[in-house]
């Protein structure tokens, strides 16, 4: 029999990418190990790494081709499958110092006789930098140098591609990404550059889109006339780990705020794009950046964690000066003017070592604007609420109101809940951001990835708070909770407060 959380029918617009070859920089590295390596194993064993693809790992250690294969083959995500040793006979190592120009002139011969021997004709390459940030430019520089990244069709659209892919933080501040993105692009175009934001390739992420425009339910109700407010989390109970190096100069406003959350919010309450295309639907996000108020200081609570629940404090972390005032938590009451949000308060929070590990976007709707059932008044009714979980157990929950089975005229709010694990097969799980987002660099869709300009518009909005973050004040909260009292404050003042799921 069929139940009712079964997908039936549906379209799939995934197509196998052309041959190329992927030159990872950074192949040693955390994110390669983690993330890079294990995805493209998986799409490997999805057939969606074309048979005539090899890779290449740049790292600055010696090692043998067998070495790195030894080294991969024991990385977390690397389940041995009748695929893995075909994968693993398709990696190759290049060693390197990234600042010598040695580096890359060896690397044009490597890459030719792996192009050759796998038989990628027209040398289609992706580089992926996952290297710090500083390295972005010279690395780019070298490559160009070399000849590696030129292609022979100009700006047109290129079956001889060479793509570059980088992951935030692009630039500290508006100034420092300007000069980033300006030196990019004095050696690639824009159509080469894939900016990664991770958040972007998650399952529940990319959902919002399908949700809100392949449906006709929502895009009635999708505005001010309807919606009271909306939260978007991403919370999580890590503390800063092994990277104070780069958080005590990042803080949570660079690290989550300028891009993951502005992204998601983009998503939530952008206008309905011309068609999927990358740039009509990146246009749109930029364009819903642009009717974004600037934002108020004031409106912006900052914290840090302090020792709590047998955690240590922020400041007594590896690598974090004892006063440091970094933020690790932010939360913050915007608005976006425009036709469709006038009046509606977007309330975005995030943070480090919490009690939770949770990313989500909940949508309250108004209140009925008249109850027919009295005695039970308007308010009395709870809204309608909406709520899209990114992570963990990816998902939507509706609230609606309605009647209690029973002879008495009872009414309650009732939860559609509806979870992806449901309908996963046994044994399936969600893919990695990763997979979808290398796939897609392959492929040539830029629509996960951040534009040039939606990069500039994210750091302006966020260097008033940036500017006046020294004067504002930090709240200390303790490791393992809630996060800062003044963070429920900001919405109590507005007569609201934040979504907490039961259990919490
Ligand atoms: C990264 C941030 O971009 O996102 C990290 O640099 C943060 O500080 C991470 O922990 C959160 O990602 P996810 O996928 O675990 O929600």
Same mark, same amino acid.
């Given at each position: ?15 196998? +990418? ?19 390596? +294990? ?47 075909? %994968? ?89 990404? %300007? ?18 934001d991770?958040y972007l390739g998650k399952e529940t992420v990319q959902n919002i889109l399908m949700f809100r425009f392949a449906n006709?339910l929502f895009e009635?109700?999708w ?7 909306v939260q978007i989390?991403a ?11 780069? %958080? ?12 993951h959350m502005l992204e998601m919010l983009s998503l939530v309450a952008m206008e309905i794009p011309?068609?999927f295309?990358?740039?009509?639907v990146?246009?749109e996000k930029?364009?819903l ?57 977007f ?12 990313s989500e976007i909940v949508i309250? %709707? ?20 909406l709520i899209l979980t990114v992570q963990?157990?990816e998902g939507l929950a ?20 509806f979870?992806y ?12 951001a990763?997979?979808r ?10 629509t996960l ?56």
């Open positions: 029999m069929e139940t009712g959380c079964r997908w039936r029918g549906g379209f799939c617009m995934e197509v196998t +990418p052309p041959p190329n070859t992927v030159v990872i920089f950074g192949a040693l590295g955390d994110l390669a190990g983690r993330k890079l390596i +294990p995805s493209l194993y998986h799409l490997c064993q999805r057939e969606l790494l074309h048979k005539r693809s090899g890779i290449i790992a740049c790292g600055r250690d010696r090692m043998s081709h067998e070495d790195y294969r030894e080294y991969v083959r024991k990385l977390p995500g690397m389940e041995p499958s009748p695929c893995l040793e075909g %994968f693993l006979k398709r990696l190759f190592y290049h060693a390197g110092d990234y600042a010598e120009h040695d580096t890359y002139e060896r690397l044009v011969p490597a890459v030719a006789e792996v192009e050759h021997s796998f038989g990628n004709l027209d040398s289609c390459r992706l580089f992926y930098l996952a290297t710090a940030p500083s390295l972005y430019l010279p690395v780019v520089e070298h490559l160009a140098a070399a000849g590696l990244t030129a292609e022979p069709c100009g700006t047109q659209e290129c079956s001889q591609w060479r793509h570059v892919v980088i992951e935030k933080p692009f630039g500290h501040d508006l100034e420092s990404s %300007f000069a980033l993105e300006s030196g990019l692009l004095r050696f690639l175009t824009e159509r080469q550059l894939y900016r990664i991770h006709v009635p109700v505005n001010r006339d309807y919606i009271d407010s989390t919370v999580e109970t890590l503390g800063v780990e092994h990277r104070a190096g780069y %958080f005590e100069q990042a803080g949570l406003l660079r690290d989550m705020f300028q891009n011309v068609s295309a990358a740039d009509r990146r246009d930029a364009r950046l642009r009717s974004i108020r600037p934002f108020l200081p004031e409106d912006f609570v900052l914290g840090q964690y302090a020792e709590g629940n047998g955690m240590p404090a922020y400041r007594a972390e590896k690598g974090v000066a004892p006063d440091s005032r970094t933020e690790t938590y932010a939360a913050a009451r915007l608005f976006i003017d425009n036709w469709r949000w006038r009046g509606v308060p309330y975005l929070r995030s943070g480090k070592r919490l009690n939770r590990k949770r309250n %709707f108004k209140h009925v604007p008249h109850s027919i059932f009295e005695p039970v008044r308007e308010r009395d009714l709870a809204r309608n609420r963990p157990e509706l609230n609606l109101i309605a009647k209690r089975p029973g002879p008495k005229l009872c009414m309650g709010d009732l939860t559609m809940d979870k694990a449901s309908i996963l097969d046994t044994g399936e799980s969600m893919p990695e990763y997979e987002l290398l796939l897609d660099c392959m492929l040539g869709d830029q990835f951040i534009r040039s300009d939606t990069v500039r518009l994210a750091w302006s909005l966020l260097s008033p708070v940036l500017e006046a973050r020294e004067r504002m004040p930090l709240r200390f909260y303790p490791a393992g909770s809630a996060g800062p009292e003044e963070a429920d404050r900001l919405l109590r003042s507005d007569g609201r407060s934040w979504y907490e799921p039961c259990e919490f």
